[in-house]
C-alpha cells in the first residue's frame, strides 16, 4: 500500500476510535442520554475537520517506523485534546460558528460546552495513562502550555504594542506545542528520545507557521472557515495586524479608535484590511511563516530521508507554496 493509501486507512482507523471514544457514559439514574458526550460528538464527528494532528502522528510514526496499530490511541488523543481546547476557545470568543455548523456553546450554552471539554480532556489523559504513562506526562505539559498560551491571547486583545515574540508564544502554545507532542508521543513509543527531540522541534515551528498562516488568510479572505477580518473584529493581535501597525503610524491610530468601541462597522474593517495589505505587511508575514517552516525542516535532520519523514517535508512545503501562491493571487 502506498503513502496516500496507508494514511487514508489510518484516518478511517482513527475516525472509528474516536466515535468509540464518544459513546454516551453513565449520566446518573433515571437520565436518559448524555448531553457532554452528545456535545462532543457534534463537535468531533462529521464537522469536516481536516484531522491534522492524527495525520501528523501517522507520517511521525512512519519516520520511526512505528506500525500503525500502536498509532490509533496517540492519534484519537491528539484529537481529542485539540478538540477540547475548541470547546473552551468557543466559550471563549462566543464563537457561534465552526466549520458551518452552530458551535456547541451556540446550541447547549456555554455551561455544556466548558464541561464537555473537560470531560473529553480528563478521559483522553486517563486513557493516555493506562496506554503509558510517559505519554500522560507530557499530554498533561501540553495541556498546561496551551492553557497558558490560550489566556495570554485573551490578555492580549486589543493591545497593538504586543511584542511580535509575545505572539510567537502564543501561537506556539496554542498550536505549535500540540504538533510537536504528535511527534514527540510517536517517538517516545519507539523509544527514540533523539527522534522525540526533533520531531517535537519540527511540530513546534510548523504550528507557529501554521498560525501565521491563518493570520494571513484572515487578512486575504481565503479562509473559508470564518468571515474576512474576523482578527480584526475580535481585536485579536495577528502577524499582519502588528506589523501594519508598526509600520504605518496613521494605520495605528485608525485601529486604536476603532478597537475603542464594541463594534467596528464593516466599511471601517475593509479599510483597515486594506490598508493592511497595502503597506506590505501580508509580504512580510508570508517571509516569517517561511523561517518558521525552513527552521520545522531543519529539526528533521536525517529523518527526511524516510518515508514519513519526506512526507512531513512535503507538507510543509505545501504550505508554504499554498499561501505564498494566495499572497500573489490577492495582493497586487
Given at each position: 500500500?502506498?503513502t496516500?493509501?496507508?494514511?487514508?486507512?489510518?484516518?478511517?482507523?482513527?475516525e472509528?476510535?474516536l466515535?468509540?471514544?464518544?459513546?454516551?457514559?453513565?449520566?446518573?439514574?433515571?437520565?436518559?442520554?448524555?448531553?457532554?458526550?452528545?456535545?462532543?460528538?457534534?463537535?468531533?464527528l462529521?464537522?469536516?475537520?481536516?484531522?491534522?494532528?492524527?495525520m501528523?502522528?501517522s507520517?511521525?510514526?512512519d519516520a520511526?517506523?512505528?506500525?500503525?496499530?500502536?498509532?490509533?490511541?496517540?492519534?484519537v488523543?491528539?484529537?481529542?485534546?485539540?478538540?477540547a481546547?475548541?470547546?473552551?476557545?468557543?466559550?471563549v470568543?462566543?464563537?457561534m460558528?465552526r466549520?458551518?455548523?452552530?458551535?456547541?456553546?451556540?446550541?447547549w450554552?456555554?455551561?455544556v460546552?466548558?464541561m464537555?471539554?473537560?470531560?473529553?480532556?480528563?478521559?483522553?489523559?486517563?486513557?493516555?495513562?493506562?496506554?503509558?504513562?510517559?505519554?500522560?506526562?507530557?499530554?498533561?505539559?501540553?495541556?498546561?502550555?496551551?492553557?497558558?498560551a490560550?489566556?495570554?491571547e485573551?490578555?492580549?486583545?486589543?493591545?497593538?504594542?504586543?511584542?511580535?515574540?509575545?505572539?510567537r508564544?502564543i501561537?506556539?502554545?496554542?498550536?505549535?506545542?500540540?504538533?510537536?507532542?504528535?511527534?514527540?508521543?510517536?517517538a517516545?513509543l519507539?523509544?527514540?528520545?533523539?527522534?522525540?527531540?526533533?520531531?517535537?522541534?519540527?511540530g513546534?515551528?510548523?504550528?507557529?507557521?501554521?498560525?501565521?498562516?491563518?493570520?494571513?488568510?484572515?487578512?486575504?479572505?481565503?479562509?473559508?472557515?470564518?468571515?474576512?477580518?474576523?482578527?480584526?473584529?475580535?481585536?485579536?493581535?495577528?502577524?499582519?495586524?502588528?506589523?501594519a501597525?508598526?509600520?504605518?503610524?496613521?494605520l495605528?491610530?485608525k485601529?486604536?479608535?476603532?478597537?475603542?468601541?464594541?463594534?467596528?462597522?464593516?466599511?471601517?474593517?475593509?479599510?483597515?484590511?486594506?490598508?493592511?495589505?497595502a503597506?506590505?505587511?501580508?509580504?512580510?508575514?508570508l517571509?516569517?511563516?517561511?523561517?518558521?517552516?525552513d527552521?520545522?525542516?531543519?529539526?528533521?535532520?536525517?529523518?527526511?530521508?524516510?518515508?514519513?519523514?519526506?512526507?512531513?517535508?512535503?507538507?510543509?512545503?505545501?504550505?508554504?507554496?499554498?499561501?505564498?501562491?494566495?499572497?500573489?493571487?490577492?495582493?497586487?
Open positions: 500500500m502506498d496516500a493509501g496507508k494514511l487514508s486507512n489510518f484516518l478511517g482507523i482513527v472509528q476510535q466515535g468509540a471514544v464518544l459513546v454516551d457514559g453513565d449520566a446518573g439514574p433515571g437520565v436518559m442520554g448524555d448531553t457532554l458526550m452528545e456535545a462532543a460528538r457534534h463537535l468531533c462529521g464537522s469536516g475537520s481536516k484531522r491534522a494532528r492524527p501528523l502522528v507520517l511521525f510514526g520511526v517506523g512505528l506500525s500503525s496499530e500502536h498509532l490509533v490511541d496517540v492519534a488523543s491528539a484529537e481529542l485534546i485539540h478538540s481546547s475548541l470547546l473552551h476557545d468557543d466559550v470568543d462566543a464563537g460558528f466549520r458551518g455548523r452552530p458551535t456547541v456553546n451556540a446550541r450554552g456555554n455551561i460546552a466548558v464537555s471539554g473537560d470531560l473529553i480532556l480528563s478521559t483522553t489523559l486517563l486513557r493516555l495513562a493506562q496506554l503509558d504513562e510517559r505519554l500522560s506526562r507530557s499530554a498533561l505539559s501540553v495541556v498546561s502550555e496551551m492553557t497558558r490560550a489566556i495570554t485573551v490578555e492580549a486583545r486589543g493591545v497593538m504594542e504586543l511584542p511580535l515574540p509575545r505572539l508564544y501561537a506556539e502554545g496554542k498550536t505549535g506545542s500540540l504538533f510537536g507532542w504528535c511527534g514527540h508521543a510517536a517516545t519507539a523509544n527514540q528520545p533523539e527522534a522525540a527531540k526533533r520531531f517535537d522541534g519540527f513546534r515551528h510548523l504550528g507557529v507557521a501554521f498560525q501565521i498562516a491563518d493570520d494571513i488568510r484572515d487578512v486575504l479572505g481565503t479562509d473559508v472557515g470564518k468571515p474576512q477580518y474576523a482578527d480584526l473584529q475580535s481585536r485579536t493581535p495577528s502577524m499582519p495586524i502588528l506589523l501597525v508598526e509600520k504605518d503610524e496613521g495605528r491610530r485601529l486604536k479608535d476603532a478597537w475603542a468601541f464594541s463594534s467596528i462597522t464593516p466599511d471601517r474593517i475593509k479599510e483597515i484590511g486594506a490598508s493592511i495589505i503597506c506590505g505587511a501580508v509580504e512580510q508575514s517571509a516569517q511563516m517561511n523561517v518558521e517552516i527552521a520545522a525542516l531543519g529539526y528533521l535532520g536525517s529523518f527526511a530521508n524516510s518515508d514519513g519523514g519526506a512526507e512531513l517535508a512535503s507538507w510543509a512545503r505545501k504550505l508554504s507554496s499554498g499561501i505564498t501562491d494566495q499572497v500573489r493571487s490577492k495582493v497586487a
